[in-house]
């Protein structure tokens, strides 16, 4: 069962996701909060694989939350954002958010994005895509143009693909026939390589380069 930490400021928000986040899709609720430092809390107490964090709430908001859990080396975050949330997608994407996906998308959407996150993978929904792209772009300046893609491996490429695809380690090396411990030394060579901090991030630079 993977474990899942609800935060969102609305109860009916909590009480749609954890409708659609059911025991017989492979989900146990183990906690629900109204804002980020009671997620804080509840994260260390319960040890979720997976927290849907909300981005606007009062007090300690998800972008915070979201930066300290990681901090911490805590759990993946897939943050939960509306069409209006632009200004805040940068701040969520340099907290460390492993994924983004609409509170309006389908529970099949949802389902697979939680799926992904959790196993390690990342998700990052295609309605919010362009944003995320440009918040990604308006969090690089100083920062030059990042290093192209040219410098991979055709194998590395491969890698770079699939986890923009939302693959996991073990669903990467399924793939491509190679060994997960293969698959974790091409995506440090990657981040290396393109300057990435993350598979967010790599997501995101695989999005912007065409690549899927």
Do not use: C
Request: aromatic share 4%.
């Amino acid at each position: 069962m993977i474990r899942v930490l609800l935060v969102d400021d609305q109860p009916l928000v909590r009480e749609g996701l954890g409708r659609i986040l059911r025991p017989r899709d492979g989900f146990d609720i183990v906690g629900e909060a109204s804002d980020g430092a009671e997620a804080l809390a509840l994260a260390g107490e319960t040890q979720p694989d997976v927290v849907l964090m909300d981005i606007r709430m009062r007090g300690m908001d998800g972008v915070e939350a979201t930066r300290e859990l990681r901090r911490r080396d805590g759990p993946p975050v897939l943050v939960l954002t509306t069409f209006d949330d632009d200004e805040v997608l940068a701040g969520a994407l340099s907290a460390g958010a492993a994924g983004f996906i609409l509170k309006e998308s389908s529970a099949e959407d949802i389902v697979r994005a939680a799926h992904a996150v959790a196993g390690g993978a990342a998700w990052l929904d295609p309605a919010v895509a362009p944003r995320v792209l440009d918040a990604y772009r308006a969090g690089q300046p100083g920062r030059g143009t990042p290093p192209s893609a040219e410098g991979l491996s055709e194998r590395e490429l491969d890698v770079l693909r699939l986890m923009a695809r939302g693959r996991n380690n073990r669903e990467i090396a399924d793939e491509l026939y190679i060994s997960e411990a293969t698959v974790k030394t091409h995506i440090t060579h990657i981040f290396t390589k393109l300057d990435l901090r993350d598979r967010a991030a790599a997501i995101v630079y695989a999005f912007d380069r065409g690549l899927v």
